[in-house]
């Protein structure tokens, strides 16, 4: 981490990590670290999951290139599931994963009495106060992963009383609901969000009703998005030591582009010790170029009210989509995978691990043994020009 003019450390960028192949792309797009589920101990999907192999294959990719990884066991165990929990953590342990993001005290104490992986306390745990951090400190959690419903402002009077490490999210999809304490979609589908098993029945539209007459018909418990990109120099100069982006679930567009994003205004910050205005609105403009809801600073600046609702169904669509990655890189041109049909003509766009990105159309798109195709299918091996810069697994979006 490279030290700023303040006290505090630049924060680390920390990264959603759903699969290993997106493991590898946000370390190569300049995570600092990776959080992802180990099987059956999260609050994910057992698709989203990392197998034992893949835990290995990932901690080896990242510590070679100088990232962390964060397994998550955060969903809220009974006693007959922590039966199942020293075994996974000897594991993981003898993988040498570099910290624990728990939500429950039980899992905690079962933890503690069997490795000495250090232990990160969860969002889901609800930690929103300076006393409540002080606690967790002194019952053995190195760092403090704080309620999204926390100002930067309380969390730096946090950071300052309680003296431990602190992460807050910076971008992605918000709950309406305190995170841990959510019951919709176990009332409306039967799924236990805190036990992985989240509908998202927050984003359903709703009936309001006085009696017999409706009052309104709305989305009004779904909520924007974060972003919270001009405000990464508050982040670093409050002493936020982590800073979180949102989204295991999501593609290799959205794990690209955010990583960079962010990992460029760290890095300017660091540097520069400020963020133009220029700088930020070319950021923002980045942060169109997929799909997601509108944005807001949520909670950041103030309690979120009204304006922080979303009161649509659907995302803001982008144009932009992503086409395909690079598979390898040979003497004379880059290979490309196709993640759907592009044409001749397709604007595109080469994204860098460096933070840039090359624009450019194929005018003849050729299959690997040099065939002039009118247009690709998904899963196509391409040529692609051998552009300077490119690298295996850099993402390539476009225009649809
Ligand atoms: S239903 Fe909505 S508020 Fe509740 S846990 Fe799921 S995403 Fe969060």
């Known amino acids: 981490m490279t030290e700023q003019i303040a006290n505090y450390p630049i924060p680390e960028l920390l990264a959603p990590a759903g699969s290993l192949e997106k493991l590898k792309t946000v370390v190569s797009y300049g995570a600092d670290a990776v959080y992802l589920g180990g099987v059956n ?8 999951n990392f197998t034992i192999p893949e835990l290995e294959e990932g901690v080896s990719f990242a510590h070679q290139r100088g990232a962390k990884v964060y397994v998550v066991i955060n969903a809220f165990p009974f006693d007959e599931d922590l039966e ?19 939500s ?10 069997t490795t000495h992986i250090p232990i990160h306390l969860s969002t889901q745990a609800s930690c929103v106060n ?12 190195e760092r403090v992963i704080l309620g999204r419903e926390v100002s930067l402002d309380e969390a730096h009077k946090i950071r300052k009383f309680a003296d431990v490490d602190l992460e807050m999210f910076i971008h992605g999809s918000m709950c309406m609901a305190y995170s841990g304490n959510c019951t919709i979609s176990n009332f409306t589908q039967g799924r236990d969000s805190n036990r992985g098993g989240c509908a998202h029945s927050c984003r359903f539209e709703y009936t309001l009703r006085e009696g017999e007459e409706v009052v ?3 989305y009004f418990m779904s909520s924007k998005d974060l972003e919270g990109v001009d405000l990464v120099p508050i982040y670093a100069r409050y002493g936020i030591d982590s800073i979180k982006i949102e989204g295991r679930m999501k593609g290799p567009l959205y794990a690209a582009t955010v990583t960079k994003v962010y990992r460029k205004a760290l890095d300017t910050y660091a540097r520069e010790g400020k963020l133009t205005t220029e700088l930020i609105r070319e950021l923002k403009a980045e942060l169109e170029k997929f ?21 649509e169904r659907e995302h803001e669509k982008s144009p932009y989509q992503v086409v395909g990655t690079i598979q390898e890189v040979g003497d004379e041109f880059a290979v490309m995978e196709t993640k759907r049909k592009i044409f001749p003509e397709t604007e595109l766009e080469l994204l860098l691990f460096n933070g840039e990105e090359v624009s450019f159309k194929l005018g003849d798109i050729q299959d690997l043994s040099g065939e002039s195709l009118e247009w690709t299918k998904p899963n196509q091996l ?8 490119i690298e295996q697994r850099n993402v390539v979006r476009g225009q649809l």
Not at 84 to 102: H, N, T, Y
Not at 105 to 112: L, M, P
Not at 130 to 141: E, I, N, Q
Request: aromatic content about 8%; charged content about 30%; cysteine-free.
């Open 41 to 48: 101990f999260g609050l994910r999907a057992a698709a989203e």
């Open 84 to 102: 199942e929990l020293p075994s996974f953590l000897k594991e993981l342990e003898r993988i040498k994963v570099d910290a624990l993001i728990v």
């Open 104 to 113: 429950d005290i039980g899992a905690i104490k079962v933890i503690q009495k």
């Open 130 to 141: 300076a006393y409540g951090a002080k606690l967790w400190k002194k019952l053995g959690v």
């Open 216 to 218: 309104s018909r709305d």
């Open 291 to 311: 799909s997601h809801r509108k944005y807001t600073t949520a909670s950041l600046l103030g309690a979120a009210g009204t304006e922080s609702i979303y009161d």
């Open 382 to 389: 391409i040529r692609i020009p051998k552009f300077e810069a």
